[in-house]
């Protein structure tokens, strides 16, 4: 990984590929005033620089037939539990789509994406053994 810092055209080509990473070099050196060229050589300076992690697809699992129940849950942990066996549960969770170690309240925040209330409550009761919870259901997506 290299050190380097970004600046306001690595931005500029960041917020691009925030909001479309399927644009080309060059659809992004037209926004940024680069050559396609340029832009490649940037984006592979901030990918080196660890920057840029990766590039995902976001599924709307709703569009594609499914029902879909999604969770914000807290967890609060047990202090006799392991933070280890906790981590390994989630990773191994199918439906834990992003897991945060947070100060403050709690000690986690899970997004948890299940198909019905009733692979939630399984994953919810599956949690028990590590701490309590505290559930938001998501009612619509904004952003």
């Known amino acids: 990984m290299i050190d380097y810092t970004p600046d306001e055209t690595d931005i500029r080509i960041l917020t691009s590929l925030r909001e479309d990473a399927t644009r080309s070099h060059k ?3 037209q926004l940024v005033h680069l050559t396609g060229q340029a832009v ?3 984006v592979r300076r901030l990918e ?3 920057i840029i992690e990766g590039y995902a697809a976001r ?3 709703d569009r594609m ?3 879909v129940q ?3 849950v807290t967890v609060f942990m ?3 539990s392991s933070h280890e066996a906790f981590q390994r549960f989630v990773r191994e969770q ?3 789509r992003e897991a945060q170690r947070v100060s403050g309240e709690g000690c986690y925040w899970l997004r948890v994406q299940t198909r019905d209330h009733e692979e939630l409550n399984g994953f919810l009761d599956d949690l028990l053994r590590f701490g309590n919870y505290r559930t938001s259901l998501s009612t619509a997506r904004i952003k």
């Open 40 to 42: 490649g050589a940037r």
């Open 27 to 29: 659809e992004i050196g």
């Open 94 to 96: 199918a439906c834990v």
């Open 59 to 61: 599924i709307r699992e």
């Open 78 to 80: 047990h202090p006799a």
């Open 48 to 50: 080196d620089a660890g």
């Open 70 to 72: 999604l969770a914000l």
């Open 65 to 67: 037939g499914f029902p």
